[in-house]
């Protein structure tokens, strides 16, 4: 074998096994907290979720992918559609969620948006996710009806 077909093939390889490594990474819970329900205290509150999981990509500054939810869009925030407002929304949400356990508390009265993203708001790191976009104004309030929350409430 010449030198091109040897560094092809060390170079998938290496591709193989980072893939792997990064699978193992984002899947493996060791929590085994997927899709069970609960509470937890923040900032002096009780907040009830209704599932929970290890956020695996971070789509926009308010849609992420949880494992085994699917799509989750958070509810009552709309991002800047512009940069550089639009990535410092995504960076904040990437530094909260991504490879971390999401507790979601889903809308109730309306569960899924028109793009079957399940709309709920996010816990993750200690901290309220909706809430800390809007307050850090990285996000304005967007709302809908029917809702479960109330206008700014998340």
Do not use: H, W
Request: proline share 3%; net charge negative; with cysteine.
């Amino acid at each position: 074998m010449n030198k091109k077909t040897i560094s092809a093939i060390l170079l998938i390889i290496f591709l193989a096994t980072t893939v792997l490594t990064l699978s193992n990474v984002f899947l493996n819970n060791e929590n085994a907290l997927e899709n069970q329900t609960g509470t937890l205290t923040i900032d002096n509150r009780t907040i009830q979720y209704e599932k929970a999981g290890k956020c695996i990509e971070v789509i926009d500054g308010n849609t992420i992918d949880v494992y085994g939810v699917g799509r989750v869009q958070l509810t009552q925030v709309d991002i800047p559609k512009k940069e550089p407002e639009l990535s410092k929304a995504k960076n904040f949400v990437i530094e909260k969620c991504l490879g971390k356990t999401v507790y979601l508390n889903i809308d109730d009265q309306k569960p899924k948006d028109n793009y079957d993203r399940t709309l709920a708001v996010v816990y993750a790191d200690g901290c309220d996710v909706n809430r800390e976009l809007l307050d850090s104004n990285l996000a304005k309030v967007s709302y809908f009806t029917p809702s479960e929350f109330k206008k700014g409430e998340v």
